[in-house]
């Protein structure tokens, strides 16, 4: 079985990458296992930031490896906070410190100028001096919520309302959300093109 390394050591990511690979004879490893460091985020956007994750794991473990960057967009605040998003209001991954700049950002703005959209990029890179990665994304639309909605999820998921379903992204069970989120079309934009170029990995 071929393996690929994860340049992340998030066990739900895991087991989401295991479960969707396993018919293309893929073992996904965490990062971790081979006591790889997280790498700076030195990118300025979400490819930049995903190769670079990968090609680190490709260099400390000789392996092919993945990575992802996503983030929360609002056209109302040009683009941000993008690539900065679990870190909007300072600390890394304070949910809710970020979740409550964002809302005071958008403090007064009407519904109709709330849209925003979630953001995945994911690369596979074959070596560390792949000069060819293979770049997929996904999107996820929607709008902010003026406050939050639902106790599921994490980051910005309370916030972000999904106007096709009519819930917040806190709102919705496990398998919805992975069908409708940004992370889940880039994941089956990937198997597509492995699918299509089943030679990548090969050897």
Known sequence: MKRIVLASGNPGKVRELQGLLKETGIQVIPQSEYCVPDAEETGLSFIENAILKARHACRHT???????????????????PGIYSA?????????????????GELDGVPEAERTARFRCVIAL????????????????????????????????????????LGRSAAELDARTKNRHSHRGRALQALLAALRAEPARLSG
């Open 125 to 164: 890179l074959r070596h560390a001096e792949d000069p060819m990665p293979l770049v997929v994304s996904g999107t996820w639309e929607g709008r902010i919520l003026t406050q939050p909605r639902g106790d599921g999820g994490f980051g910005y998921d309370p916030l972000f309302f999904d106007r096709e």
């Open 62 to 80: 000789d392996l092919p490896a993945l990575a992802d960057d996503s983030g929360l967009e609002v056209d109302f605040l040009d683009g941000e």
């Open 87 to 103: 870190r909007y209001a300072g600390s890394h991954g304070d949910d809710v410190a970020n979740n409550d700049r964002l809302l």
